[in-house]
């Protein structure tokens, strides 16, 4: 079966959909994993251990230099691969999504683990340890209060502009160490400066350069297929090179080392008062990074495979992972855009896949861990470089640029965000332009005056069809946007000038409000206002087209009994209600309209 066709459901698979859903408040729908296997089928086994076999040779060299690049020691990698690996399973709605260490989440670690830690790796560990639990808490108290919708308020130009700002800063931090030095400055301005100084001051290891940038090349080449475990072949090759021409003490090159045997055991990350502020902010920002690439990817997936995903069930997987690589010696994780398609081209059919792939990295743990001591620093490095040029969106933003071109410059400020201020600032720069570009599209709507236009049906623009004909004594506004607190003295502005502006005396002005979705108190009572002003001018306010649930507000805000005569099902319902009224014929309103 190829890769990219879809999973085969099992018998009664949809039966139990049903009856889960019908039973809706049970326990098992926080399980998705226990589902899975009650309709798991022998002929998926198979596929499913050859994919976790195969995913286990990206999962050990990329934790590794995740790990190294967030700031932890190299074996915090597998343990954060492991623990996490296990928990989704369990708890994730995605069949065959893989989780662990990230390269988008790297500079967001190192920005509070690596100040604070004040190089202490047990220090280290404790503050990347909280900031997953930190993160895993956010994430589940978001599932479980349904808030998985609030990561689609990121457009995809301010996500393109912060996750490029993240790949220079990730690709920035590890130049230095593929050529064999190492820098303090902190800001790219500055560490590109200082890169540039050490390089003509002479300091680079070109043996480290070399194998860093053959690893480099080998990734990169063989990229573009997902069956080729080029990482893997690229990793391997680099640690033979420096075990057989004894590199490490040859030519000073920079190694793994040993690795402690055994699997992690539970420990709580405990932290000072004083680290608090910044191991919160951090994991908050760690938590919304995550879910914002994991449930793009999950969407991805769960289309191709044909198996729908809820985005709170994704939350509280993601969550759950989280938390529980905190208290395994682990670090915040997030969904893998580069270790999911290995999987699924390795045929993957359900989580299985993951956790022969975890089982797989514990016993290499248990059994073999000298088989990583002669990695070469150099080659994480690569690997990282390599995941953090898969970061950058180039071709997308070219798009938006030709389309719409405001957009790509809310992309730019959100990247120079981040490379100016640094990871977590300049991702809380990008959520408040989000915020911005929200209510700006609310704050200053569109609105138009309706008129007749010959030959076309409904009533439309006066502007776009200034051969539309208007009735007299009748002004119709649409209103193109909910009302609220932000827009509401726009509204009332422009319905007043819409009147002043007529070209007859106005006796009804009739709301087009079919565009309004919402109404919140603040608006109720400009409304009421509005109505008051206009009964002073002997001009009846009328609704046309308003939704029932936009009607229940303003019963709950006392308005309805106000209106309750002046709302129509539709505009041209309210117009001829209006020519009823006033004994106004439509064919003679049709000769006295120029």
Request: a positive charge; glycine letters at 8%; charged letters at 15%.
């Amino acid at each position: 079966m190829g890769a990219s066709q879809p999973l085969d459901r099992p018998p009664g698979a949809d039966h139990t959909h049903r009856s889960d859903t019908a039973a809706g408040k049970s326990w098992l729908r926080w399980l998705p994993g226990i589902q899975t296997l009650r309709g798991y089928q022998s002929g998926w086994f198979r596929h499913d251990l050859m994919a976790g076999l195969v995913l286990t040779t990206m999962l050990v060299p990329v934790g590794i230099a995740y790990a190294e690049a967030s700031g932890v020691p190299g074996i915090c990698g597998l343990y954060a691969t492991i623990v996490p690996l296990l928990v989704y399973a369990l708890f994730g709605p995605s069949r065959i999504l893989v989780l662990g260490p990230d390269s988008a989440l790297a500079s967001v670690i190192l920005a509070v683990v690596l100040p604070l830690s004040a190089g202490d790796p047990q220090r280290a560990v404790a503050l990347a340890g909280m900031m997953a639990v930190v993160s895993g808490i956010v994430c589940i108290a978001a599932g479980v209060g349904r808030l998985g919708f609030v990561t689609e308020l990121l457009s995809k130009p301010i996500r393109y502009g912060y996750m490029n700002g993240i790949a220079l800063t990730v690709l920035l931090s590890q130049v230095p160490k593929m050529c064999g030095f190492s820098i303090d400055a902190k800001g790219p301005l500055r560490q590109i400066v200082a890169i540039v100084r050490e390089v003509l001051a002479g300091r680079t290891n070109l043996v480290a350069l070399a194998i860093g940038a053959g690893t480099l090349i080998v990734i990169l080449a063989l990229k573009r297929r997902p069956r080729v475990p080029g990482v893997l072949i690229a990793v391997v090759g680099a640690t033979l090179l420096v075990e057989v021409l004894h590199l490490a003490t040859r030519a000073g090159l920079a190694v793994l080392g040993p690795m402690p045997q055994g699997l992690p055991t539970p420990a709580v990350p405990f932290t000072t008062v004083a680290d608090l502020l910044p191991v919160l902010t951090g994991g908050l920002a760690v938590a919304l990074v995550s879910f914002a690439d994991t449930s793009v990817l999950s969407r991805t997936y769960a289309a191709r495979t044909r198996f729908p995903v809820d985005p709170n069930q994704e939350l509280v997987g993601l969550g759950a992972a989280n938390l529980a690589a905190g208290f395994f010696q682990g670090f915040p994780i997030s969904s893998s855009s580069s270790r999911t398609p290995v999987a699924e081209a390795a045929g993957a059919r359900t989580q299985l896949s993951s956790v022969v792939g975890a089982i797989a990295i514990a016993l290499l743990l248990v059994l073999a861990p000298a088989l990583l001591k002669s990695l070469p620093q150099a080659a994480l490095a690569a690997v990282v470089i390599a995941a953090a040029i898969g970061l950058v969106e180039l071709t997308d933003l070219r798009r938006i640029y030709r389309i719409q071109r405001w957009e790509f410059w809310l992309s730019m400020a959100c990247f120079a965000g981040v490379a100016v201020f640094g990871t977590i600032p300049g991702i809380a720069l990008a959520i408040v332009i989000a915020v911005i570009e929200f209510l700006w599209d609310g704050w200053r709507p569109h609105s138009a005056v309706l008129g007749r236009v010959d030959g076309v049906r409904g009533y439309h623009d006066v502007t776009r069809y200034p051969q539309a004909r208007l009735i007299p004594g009748l002004v119709m506004l649409r209103w193109d946007a909910p009302l609220f607190f932000a827009n509401a003295e726009l509204f009332r502005e422009r319905a007043l000038a819409a009147v002043a502006s007529a070209p007859a005396p106005v006796h009804w002005l009739v709301v087009a409000a079919e565009p309004v979705t919402s109404v919140d108190v603040t608006a109720a009572d400009v409304l009421s206002d509005l109505d008051n002003t206009l009964r002073d001018a002997n001009v009846e306010l009328c609704f046309a087209e308003m939704k029932d649930p936009v009607k229940d507000k303003l019963r709950r805000f006392g308005l309805f009994t106000r209106f309750e005569n002046s709302f129509f099902a539709t505009v041209g319902e309210a117009v001829d209600s209006y020519l009823e009224t006033h004994g106004i014929e439509r064919a003679e309103w049709e000769r006295r309209t120029p």
